[in-house]
């Protein structure tokens, strides 16, 4: 088997995820890597100390390149997705797709015109909480969905969000679409349906309070990045521009009918997900997101809490990052570069998470005004439906 040659566009704390696709003499390789820091590219180097090394991804469009992973800052995965499809590489979008409606748009229309595969890197689809609960929800273990809930308890929200440029809104809209993106996508994905109006509230009440601020352009993720920063208010060298919310609620109600409620926190001290999903005859929640957590099924009537549930089913155990997850993805990824067919992620269902989300922020900014969704080209849903085949 002839090796797929990938590219890395953007070497910060994401791009690791490409280390999966590098397999040289065994269908892949990454053979170049692009970033406008040297440090970046050093530092990537080590890793994959035969590729070729650029400041600029437009170096990269001339390299005869299979695939690229594209795991820059969000606002900068509109302009380089689309360069790449233009020039016929089929492109792996780390999420968010981008950091508008308008523009994850722009990149599926050019996905269509160019006929290049597009995949977006939304994982969580991978994640074995999340199959576990998609498994059981589809073998009616509820019953028909009705509602979901998730609870987002970020710990360490004031070192992975609020000292680079993810708490600049001009890089990332908001919180609410950046982080949330990934929730909104499982909610929808679990409920079979996507978001067409929402209202929403949110604000920066802590971290906007800490005055010790500190430019950290020229560190990498990992200089900055400790577990001890506790409580939040003893944080210290925040971003110079730190103007989104750090906590956030949203209402969300799909086309299918189903409510959706979204609540995310980054000043907890504990890090993981809860989702609860009621249906017409019971409701599941999971407890930890991770290997060693379970989701419970209640579905006989009871009268005040109780912990025994009716079913509780293990999360599966799982190698690699995010539970799992990331080998999954870029596995998924590959074989959708050389052979197309039909995966667990969806363009368009990335685009409804950006949609939910940017909506969900727009709402919150101005005083929880409900909004609506625009609707995608039906012809960009039928492509992307079909699997990117014509």
């Given at each position: ?25 065994e269908g892949s390789e990454v053979v170049a890597l692009a970033d406008p820091a040297a440090a970046s590219r050093d530092a990537a180097q080590v890793l994959y100390p035969d590729a070729t090394t650029h400041a600029d991804h437009t170096e990269l469009l001339d390299q005869k390149l299979d695939g ?131 209202n929403a509230m949110g604000a920066l009440t802590l971290y906007g309070g800490i005055e010790d601020r500190l430019d950290r352009s020229e560190q990498r993720f990992g200089d900055f990045v400790s577990q001890d920063n506790w409580p939040p208010l003893s944080q210290q060298g925040m971003a110079p ?150």
């Amino acid at each position: 088997m002839t090796d797929l040659r990938f590219g890395v566009v953007g070497l910060g704390a994401r791009s690791r995820i490409a280390q999966y696709a590098h397999r040289p003499g065994e269908g892949s390789e990454v053979v170049a890597l692009a970033d406008p820091a040297a440090a970046s590219r050093d530092a990537a180097q080590v890793l994959y100390p035969d590729a070729t090394t650029h400041a600029d991804h437009t170096e990269l469009l001339d390299q005869k390149l299979d695939g690229v992973f594209l795991t820059t800052p969000d606002d900068l995965h509109e302009d380089p997705a689309i360069d790449f499809l233009r020039a016929g590489v089929s492109v792996f979008v780390e999420k968010p797709l981008a950091i508008t409606t308008s523009g994850c748009d722009r990149v599926l229309q050019a996905a269509y015109d160019s006929g290049a595969r597009l995949y977006v890197g939304h994982n969580m689809r991978h994640m074995p909480v999340v199959l576990t609960m998609r498994e059981l929800i589809q073998a009616g273990a509820i019953g028909e969905v009705k509602a979901i809930w998730c609870r987002h308890f970020v710990g360490h929200g004031g070192d992975y969000y609020f000292k680079d440029w993810h708490a600049d809104r001009r890089r990332t809209t908001g919180l609410l679409l950046q982080k949330g993106a990934h929730d909104i996508d499982v909610m929808h994905w679990l409920a079979g349906g996507y978001t067409t109006r929402v209202n929403a509230m949110g604000a920066l009440t802590l971290y906007g309070g800490i005055e010790d601020r500190l430019d950290r352009s020229e560190q990498r993720f990992g200089d900055f990045v400790s577990q001890d920063n506790w409580p939040p208010l003893s944080q210290q060298g925040m971003a110079p521009v730190m103007d989104v919310e750090d906590i956030s609620m949203a209402n969300l109600l799909l086309d299918n009918g189903i409510y959706v409620t979204y609540q995310q926190c980054h000043y907890t001290p504990d890090y993981w997900r809860n989702y609860t999903v009621i249906g017409t005859e019971g409701r599941l929640e999971n407890f930890g997101d991770s290997p060693g957590g379970v989701v419970k099924v209640w579905n006989s009537k009871r009268s005040g809490y109780r912990e025994d549930a009716d079913l509780v089913v293990d999360i599966p155990d799982a190698d690699g990052g995010h539970a799992g997850a990331d080998p999954r993805l870029v596995d998924e990824y590959i074989r959708f570069v050389r052979e197309g067919g039909a995966t667990l992620t969806s363009p368009v269902a990335a685009r409804a998470a950006v949609a939910a989300g940017y909506a969900a922020t727009t709402s919150l900014r101005d005083n929880g005004t409900p909004i609506d969704i625009p609707p995608m080209d039906p012809a960009l849903v039928t492509y992307f439906e079909n699997g990117q085949a014509r």
